[in-house]
């Protein structure tokens, strides 16, 4: 081959492994996570986030899923949203915000070492 043809089929080779590489993407696109690993809870007291990973796995501070899906009976399906019964505006049971409030910092009191001050969940 000549160096001009073997360049251009250099490039129309490039061209086609690019075309395979971006079809193959979008065609099995990574699978969503299990577990979330980290979420952004909102309301009116702004932004908070939550480092899902960190509280529940082995290697982070371990707790049983249990502990905060408080009523999952682990039966196969994943646990629901806490929105599903405690709703934004609900009163029975507490709402939605009151419920992550009532159990993030109940825990973070018991434990002692976990932060209980304002600024550090509510940092945005
Ligand atoms: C320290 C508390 C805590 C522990 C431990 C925990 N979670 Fe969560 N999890 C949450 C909170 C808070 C949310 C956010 C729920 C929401 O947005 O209403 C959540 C959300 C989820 C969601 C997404 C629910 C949805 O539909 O939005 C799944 C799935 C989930 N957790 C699974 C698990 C599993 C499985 C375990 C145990 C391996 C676990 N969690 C342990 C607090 C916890
Ligand atoms: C399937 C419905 C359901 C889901 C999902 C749910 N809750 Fe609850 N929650 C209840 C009910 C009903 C009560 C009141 C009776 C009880 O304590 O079991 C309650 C009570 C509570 C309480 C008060 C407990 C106490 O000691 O008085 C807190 C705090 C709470 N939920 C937080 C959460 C959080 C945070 C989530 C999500 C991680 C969540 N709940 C998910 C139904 C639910
Ligand atoms: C069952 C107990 C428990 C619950 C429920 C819990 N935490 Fe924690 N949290 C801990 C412990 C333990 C630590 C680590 C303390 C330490 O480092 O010594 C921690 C650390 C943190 C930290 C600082 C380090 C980090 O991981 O970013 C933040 C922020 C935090 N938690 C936010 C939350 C929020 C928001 C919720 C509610 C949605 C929540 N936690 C619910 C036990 C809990
Ligand atoms: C351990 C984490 C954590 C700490 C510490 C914490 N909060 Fe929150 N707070 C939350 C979460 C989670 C919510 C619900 C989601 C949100 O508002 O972003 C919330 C909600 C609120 C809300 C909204 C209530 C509503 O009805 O909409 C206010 C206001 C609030 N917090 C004020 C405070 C004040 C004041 C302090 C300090 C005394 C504090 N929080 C400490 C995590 C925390």
């Known amino acids: 081959m000549e160096l001009k043809t073997e360049k251009t089929f250099a490039y129309c080779l490039a061209a086609l492994l690019l075309v395979v590489g971006v079809v193959c993407y979008a065609a099995f696109p990574q699978e969503k996570p299990e577990d979330p690993i980290r979420i952004m809870l909102k309301s009116a007291g702004g ?22 899906h408080h009523l999952w009976e682990n039966d196969g399906a994943k ?42 969940c509510h940092a945005f």
Request: contains cysteine; aromatic residues 6%; glycine residues 10%.
């Open 79 to 120: 646990p629901e949203a806490c929105g599903e019964c405690h709703e934004v505006d609900g009163e029975d049971p507490m709402k939605r915000s009151d419920a992550f409030h009532m159990q993030c910092m109940g825990c973070h009191e018991d434990d002692g070492t976990a932060p209980v001050e304002c600024s550090v």
């Open 47 to 68: 932004t908070v986030l939550f480092d899902h990973k960190e509280h529940a796995s082995e290697d982070g501070y371990g707790f049983d899923c249990t502990e905060c």
